[in-house]
């Protein structure tokens, strides 16, 4: 019920589980439900991949993040990659909602990564689909329909990316020799999601910021890519170790 576009939730699958953040791909205060879209690529994501309907989640935390900034900006282009794609339905349709004309951009590396395609384009004004293979729509990068976007004269008021570091990062570089306003939401590693920690933080315009509670939403020209991929890596012996061991118990 009081879940808005751009916001997140801690999940702990099982009670010897660690918590994650996922973002709510959608949610209806109607029925009184949010939905979460996970890629499995570790061992709490499989693990949570192996539950059914009618399981329980041993602990669910949220809303939590500012929720994206809504305004009437004009032309908004907004840019969605692999997993973030769960996150943009509800914020697309928020931004058509608040009156702007949506020019909405997915991508992921084939066909079949591609989510929420159908309720994306159902909220676009324009609508395009790339893949890295060409297995659907144009054969390439996101960026590339930018670009075209841009030479083509398109007056753009806002460009909004979420997705893996990199194609945020070649994102904002592209604007920001345009000068166009852009929204990034970011995904740094999260541990109570709450800004009681610190695990988040993300270095903003040269200033230590948190995450979880300053974001997840940063102005795109302001954020410390490279900081934030080299902190991303911190845990990846111990994520391969307790994926191991969790495949080998199983
Ligand atoms: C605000 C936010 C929203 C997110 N929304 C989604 C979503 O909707 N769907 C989705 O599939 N993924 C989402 N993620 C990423 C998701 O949290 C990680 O994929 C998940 O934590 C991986 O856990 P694992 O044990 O399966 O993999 P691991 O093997 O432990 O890790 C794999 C990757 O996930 C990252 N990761 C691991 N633990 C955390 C953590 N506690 N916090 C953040 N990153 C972590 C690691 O840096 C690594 O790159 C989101 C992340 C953030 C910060
Ligand atoms: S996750 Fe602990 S402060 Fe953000």
């Not at 996922?22 to 009184?32: C, I, Q, R």
């Not at 054969?139 to 893996?164: E, M, Q, R, T």
């Amino acid at each position: 019920r009081k879940a808005k576009a751009g916001q997140f939730i801690m999940v702990t699958p099982t009670e010897h589980g660690e918590r994650i953040p996922l973002t709510m791909a959608d949610f209806s205060p109607e029925k009184g439900t949010i939905t979460i879209a996970a890629l499995e690529v570790g061992k709490t994501t499989r693990e949570l991949g192996t539950l059914k309907a009618g399981d329980k989640l041993f602990s669910l935390v949220g809303p939590l993040g500012l929720p994206t900034h809504l305004h009437k900006y004009g032309n908004v282009v907004s840019i969605g990659g692999g997993i973030g794609l769960a996150l943009m339905y509800p914020v697309v349709r928020s931004f058509k909602q608040s009156g702007n004309h949506t020019i909405n951009i997915v991508g992921a590396r084939n066909e079949k990564l591609l989510m929420y395609e159908s309720e994306i384009k159902s909220v676009s004004d324009e609508f395009f689909v790339c893949t890295d293979d060409g297995t659907k729509g144009h054969k390439g990068f996101v960026s590339d329909i930018l670009k075209d976007l841009i030479a083509k004269g398109n007056k753009i008021d806002l460009v909004y990316a979420v997705g893996p570091i990199i194609m945020m990062k070649v994102i904002a570089n592209i604007t920001k020799a345009h000068n166009i306003k852009t929204i990034v939401s970011l995904n740094p590693i999260m541990v109570d999601g709450t800004g009681m920690c610190g695990s988040c933080r993300v270095i903003i315009k040269g200033e230590t910021k948190f995450g979880c509670v300053d974001g997840p939403e940063f102005d795109g020209h302001e954020v410390d890519f490279e900081n934030l991929t080299a902190r991303n890596k911190r845990y990846m012996p111990e994520e391969q170790i307790a994926l191991r061991r969790w495949q080998g118990a199983k």
